[in-house]
């Protein structure tokens, strides 16, 4: 088995997210930045692959899942499996590509996100969640 990305070096580990094709050119081209900005993925792929999922009970919201139908980072099983932490409604939506699926077609992918947050706030109207806020909790 191949080691988890946060405990690889910093290019093998850069080298794996440029393979998710979410990283513009001139972003990527840039090494100084890529080490820059090492430590901060490092520590995102670090908390995604320790974290231990404690037993909880559901949550009693609808819950959306999106994901690219060609993620090899994370395939449509792993996106199912989110069904267990809601008991409500449960809605997999998955658009063509990889991991950064929404980069090709950003208008397809916000107008659906849009749409679906526009559904949810019948459920729960913006107005009292603001004025739950500003109450201070």
Not at 6 to 19: A, C, F, G, I
Not at 41 to 51: L, P, V, W
Not at 68 to 78: C, H, L, M
């Amino acid at each position: 088995p191949s080691p988890p990305l946060h405990q690889l070096p910093d290019d093998q580990m850069l080298s794996k997210v440029l393979s998710l094709n979410g990283t513009q050119f001139e972003i990527s081209a840039s090494s100084e930045f890529m080490q820059f900005i090492a430590p901060t993925i490092r520590a995102d792929f670090e908390a995604c692959e320790t974290y231990i999922c404690d037993s909880e009970p559901p949550l009693e919201v609808p819950m959306t899942v999106y994901g690219g139908d060609s993620d090899p980072a994370v395939p449509r099983n792993s996106l199912q499996a989110w069904k267990r932490h809601g008991s409500r409604d449960f809605r997999l939506c998955t658009f063509p590509g990889g991991h950064f699926h929404f980069m090709s077609r950003p208008d397809t992918f916000f107008s659906t996100f849009g749409a679906h947050i526009g559904s949810a706030a019948e459920v729960v109207s913006l107005a009292d969640y603001r004025s739950d806020c500003t109450r201070g909790g």
